[in-house]
Protein backbone atom coordinates (compact mmCIF):
# COMPACT_ATOMS: atom_id res chain seq x y z
CA UNK A 1 0.00 0.00 0.00
CA UNK A 2 1.30 3.24 -1.03
CA UNK A 3 0.78 6.04 1.72
CA UNK A 4 0.10 10.18 1.05
CA UNK A 5 2.16 12.68 2.65
CA UNK A 6 -0.69 13.29 4.77
CA UNK A 7 -1.23 9.72 5.60
CA UNK A 8 1.97 9.62 7.18
CA UNK A 9 1.90 12.74 8.90
CA UNK A 10 -1.89 11.50 10.83
CA UNK A 11 0.29 8.21 11.45
CA UNK A 12 3.18 10.60 12.71
CA UNK A 13 0.59 12.07 14.79
CA UNK A 14 0.27 9.21 16.80
CA UNK A 15 3.75 9.27 18.57
CA UNK A 16 2.55 11.36 21.57
CA UNK A 17 -0.41 8.90 22.08
CA UNK A 18 1.78 5.95 22.58
CA UNK A 19 3.92 7.82 24.65
CA UNK A 20 0.78 9.55 26.94
CA UNK A 21 -1.01 5.20 27.44
CA UNK A 22 2.51 4.11 28.18
CA UNK A 23 3.18 6.70 30.94
CA UNK A 24 -0.71 6.29 32.07
CA UNK A 25 -0.63 2.25 31.89
CA UNK A 26 2.66 1.61 32.88
CA UNK A 27 5.45 -1.06 31.70
CA UNK A 28 3.61 -3.96 31.85
CA UNK A 29 1.36 -2.59 28.53
CA UNK A 30 3.60 -2.99 25.32
CA UNK A 31 1.57 -0.41 22.29
CA UNK A 32 2.59 -0.72 18.85
CA UNK A 33 1.96 1.37 16.23
CA UNK A 34 1.95 -0.23 12.73
CA UNK A 35 2.18 1.53 9.37
CA UNK A 36 0.70 -0.70 6.41
CA UNK A 37 2.61 0.53 3.72
CA UNK A 38 5.26 -1.92 4.51
CA UNK A 39 3.93 -4.95 6.45
CA UNK A 40 7.68 -6.75 6.30
CA UNK A 41 8.46 -3.45 8.56
CA UNK A 42 5.19 -1.96 9.66
CA UNK A 43 6.33 -1.11 13.17
CA UNK A 44 7.16 2.55 12.82
CA UNK A 45 7.04 2.84 16.86
CA UNK A 46 6.26 0.73 20.03
CA UNK A 47 6.51 1.28 23.90
CA UNK A 48 7.81 -1.09 26.46
CA UNK A 49 8.98 -3.58 23.63
CA UNK A 50 11.22 -5.51 25.90
CA UNK A 51 7.87 -8.04 26.37
CA UNK A 52 8.47 -9.40 22.86
CA UNK A 53 11.77 -8.10 22.11
CA UNK A 54 10.34 -6.20 18.92
CA UNK A 55 11.68 -2.97 17.80
CA UNK A 56 10.93 -0.32 15.03
CA UNK A 57 10.98 -2.27 11.67
CA UNK A 58 9.69 -5.06 13.07
CA UNK A 59 7.05 -6.85 10.68
CA UNK A 60 3.37 -6.91 11.36
CA UNK A 61 2.03 -10.03 13.30
CA UNK A 62 -0.43 -12.61 11.72
CA UNK A 63 -2.99 -12.14 14.55
CA UNK A 64 -2.39 -8.14 13.89
CA UNK A 65 -3.72 -9.24 10.36
CA UNK A 66 -6.56 -11.47 11.28
CA UNK A 67 -7.80 -8.78 13.54
CA UNK A 68 -7.65 -6.27 10.85
CA UNK A 69 -9.10 -8.59 8.37
CA UNK A 70 -11.91 -8.75 10.94
CA UNK A 71 -12.44 -5.04 11.33
CA UNK A 72 -12.29 -4.47 7.60
CA UNK A 73 -15.14 -6.92 6.88
CA UNK A 74 -16.93 -4.50 9.45
CA UNK A 75 -16.57 -0.85 8.14
CA UNK A 76 -18.38 0.47 11.15
CA UNK A 77 -16.01 -1.29 13.96
CA UNK A 78 -12.89 0.54 14.06
CA UNK A 79 -11.51 -1.83 17.04
CA UNK A 80 -10.86 -4.96 18.80
CA UNK A 81 -10.58 -6.14 21.82
CA UNK A 82 -9.67 -10.31 22.59
CA UNK A 83 -7.17 -13.22 25.07
CA UNK A 84 -4.34 -14.18 23.45
CA UNK A 85 -1.07 -15.38 24.49
CA UNK A 86 2.49 -14.90 22.70
CA UNK A 87 5.11 -17.20 22.51
CA UNK A 88 6.01 -17.88 25.62
CA UNK A 89 2.22 -18.48 26.74
CA UNK A 90 2.04 -15.68 28.60
CA UNK A 91 -1.42 -14.33 28.89
CA UNK A 92 -2.39 -10.67 27.08
CA UNK A 93 -5.37 -8.85 27.43
CA UNK A 94 -5.14 -6.80 23.86
CA UNK A 95 -6.63 -4.14 21.43
CA UNK A 96 -6.43 -3.24 17.88
CA UNK A 97 -7.48 -0.32 16.74
CA UNK A 98 -7.69 0.76 13.30
CA UNK A 99 -6.03 4.24 11.98
CA UNK A 100 -7.52 5.69 9.02
CA UNK A 101 -5.94 8.19 6.70
CA UNK A 102 -7.07 10.05 3.39
CA UNK A 103 -9.82 9.17 1.52
CA UNK A 104 -11.09 6.79 4.48
CA UNK A 105 -8.53 4.27 3.92
CA UNK A 106 -7.30 2.07 6.60
CA UNK A 107 -3.25 2.84 6.89
CA UNK A 108 -1.98 1.67 10.48
CA UNK A 109 -3.41 -0.46 13.15
CA UNK A 110 -2.78 0.74 16.81
CA UNK A 111 -2.56 -2.39 19.34
CA UNK A 112 -2.28 -2.24 22.80
CA UNK A 113 -0.79 -5.61 24.62
CA UNK A 114 -1.45 -6.07 28.59
CA UNK A 115 0.54 -8.40 30.28
CA UNK A 116 -1.92 -10.49 32.15
CA UNK A 117 0.56 -11.92 34.38
CA UNK A 118 1.99 -9.34 35.58
CA UNK A 119 2.71 -9.13 39.53
CA UNK A 120 -0.42 -7.55 41.17
CA UNK A 121 1.81 -5.18 43.53
CA UNK A 122 3.37 -4.09 40.33
CA UNK A 123 0.19 -3.22 38.29
CA UNK A 124 -1.32 -1.55 41.61
CA UNK A 125 1.76 0.46 41.63
CA UNK A 126 1.06 2.16 38.12
CA UNK A 127 -2.32 3.39 39.41
CA UNK A 128 -1.10 4.48 43.16
CA UNK A 129 -0.25 8.09 43.68
CA UNK A 130 3.71 9.20 43.34
CA UNK A 131 4.58 6.40 41.42
CA UNK A 132 3.66 8.36 37.64
CA UNK A 133 5.06 11.22 36.10
CA UNK A 134 2.60 14.04 38.03
CA UNK A 135 3.81 15.86 40.54
CA UNK A 136 0.73 14.72 42.98
CA UNK A 137 -3.04 14.44 42.80
CA UNK A 138 -4.64 17.17 41.67
CA UNK A 139 -8.92 18.06 41.94
CA UNK A 140 -10.09 17.66 38.57
CA UNK A 141 -13.67 19.01 38.03
CA UNK A 142 -16.24 16.99 35.99
CA UNK A 143 -19.25 19.27 35.47
CA UNK A 144 -21.90 18.66 32.22
CA UNK A 145 -21.15 22.15 31.12
CA UNK A 146 -18.93 24.77 29.79
CA UNK A 147 -21.13 27.32 32.40
CA UNK A 148 -20.49 25.13 35.24
CA UNK A 149 -17.24 24.84 34.89
CA UNK A 150 -16.82 28.52 34.87
CA UNK A 151 -19.20 29.05 37.95
CA UNK A 152 -16.93 26.45 39.69
CA UNK A 153 -13.57 28.05 38.39
CA UNK A 154 -14.10 31.70 39.75
CA UNK A 155 -15.74 30.52 43.20
CA UNK A 156 -12.47 28.47 43.89
CA UNK A 157 -10.01 30.89 43.00
CA UNK A 158 -12.13 33.67 44.76
CA UNK A 159 -12.14 31.79 47.91
CA UNK A 160 -8.59 31.05 47.46
CA UNK A 161 -7.71 34.67 47.20
CA UNK A 162 -10.22 35.81 50.32
CA UNK A 163 -8.50 33.05 52.61
CA UNK A 164 -5.04 34.53 52.22
CA UNK A 165 -4.40 37.56 54.09
CA UNK A 166 -1.20 38.81 52.35
CA UNK A 167 -2.84 39.21 49.31
CA UNK A 168 -3.90 43.21 49.61
CA UNK A 169 -7.69 44.02 48.76
CA UNK A 170 -6.34 46.28 45.78
CA UNK A 171 -5.07 43.25 44.23
CA UNK A 172 -7.40 40.35 44.75
CA UNK A 173 -9.34 40.57 41.58
CA UNK A 174 -5.82 40.12 39.52
CA UNK A 175 -4.75 37.58 41.75
CA UNK A 176 -8.02 36.33 40.94
CA UNK A 177 -8.16 36.68 37.34
CA UNK A 178 -4.47 34.99 37.35
CA UNK A 179 -5.55 31.89 39.05
CA UNK A 180 -8.37 31.65 36.36
CA UNK A 181 -5.59 32.24 33.38
CA UNK A 182 -2.93 29.92 35.09
CA UNK A 183 -5.67 27.75 34.61
CA UNK A 184 -6.68 28.55 30.63
CA UNK A 185 -10.28 29.24 31.80
CA UNK A 186 -10.02 32.49 29.54
CA UNK A 187 -9.97 30.17 26.61
CA UNK A 188 -13.63 29.45 27.14
CA UNK A 189 -16.28 31.26 25.52
CA UNK A 190 -17.94 34.30 27.05
CA UNK A 191 -15.15 33.96 30.24
CA UNK A 192 -14.31 36.92 30.32
CA UNK A 193 -18.29 38.64 30.42
CA UNK A 194 -19.21 35.89 33.26
CA UNK A 195 -15.61 36.66 34.88
CA UNK A 196 -16.38 40.78 34.99
CA UNK A 197 -19.91 39.86 35.84
CA UNK A 198 -18.99 37.88 38.83
CA UNK A 199 -16.06 40.28 40.34
CA UNK A 200 -18.20 43.23 39.93
CA UNK A 201 -15.76 45.00 36.87
CA UNK A 202 -16.05 45.92 33.32
CA UNK A 203 -14.77 43.66 30.65
CA UNK A 204 -12.11 46.24 30.17
CA UNK A 205 -10.87 46.10 33.69
CA UNK A 206 -10.54 42.50 32.95
CA UNK A 207 -8.93 42.84 30.01
CA UNK A 208 -6.09 44.94 31.70
CA UNK A 209 -5.58 42.48 34.28
CA UNK A 210 -4.85 40.21 31.98
CA UNK A 211 -2.41 42.48 29.66
CA UNK A 212 -0.17 42.80 32.71
CA UNK A 213 -0.32 38.89 33.62
CA UNK A 214 0.56 38.24 30.12
CA UNK A 215 3.71 40.53 30.64
CA UNK A 216 4.41 38.98 33.40
CA UNK A 217 4.61 35.38 31.82
CA UNK A 218 7.33 37.07 28.75
Same mark, same amino acid.
Given at each position: M? %?TET???? +????D???DGL?? !???????? =?L???????QS??KI????H???? =?G? &?I?? %? /???? #??EI *?????Q?GI? !???Q?K?GE &?LK??TI @?I?GEN?R???LL???FY???P +???F?? =?F???N??? /??? *? /??V??? $??H? +? +??????S?R *?AV???P????SL??R???????????????? $? =?D? @??? *? #?NI $??N?VY??LR???E??R
Open positions: K %LDRKI +LKSYTVLAD !YLGEGCEI =VHSLENLEVIVNGHTGRR =VA &PTN %L /ALEM #LD *QKNKNTS !YFTNK &PSA @VRDTIGCINLNM +LADLS =VTQGGSG /AGA *Q /AEFLD $SSG +L +LEDAVAA *QSCNSILPKNNIIRMLYNQGIFNMKN $S =VY @VAS *Q #L $SKTMHYIKEH
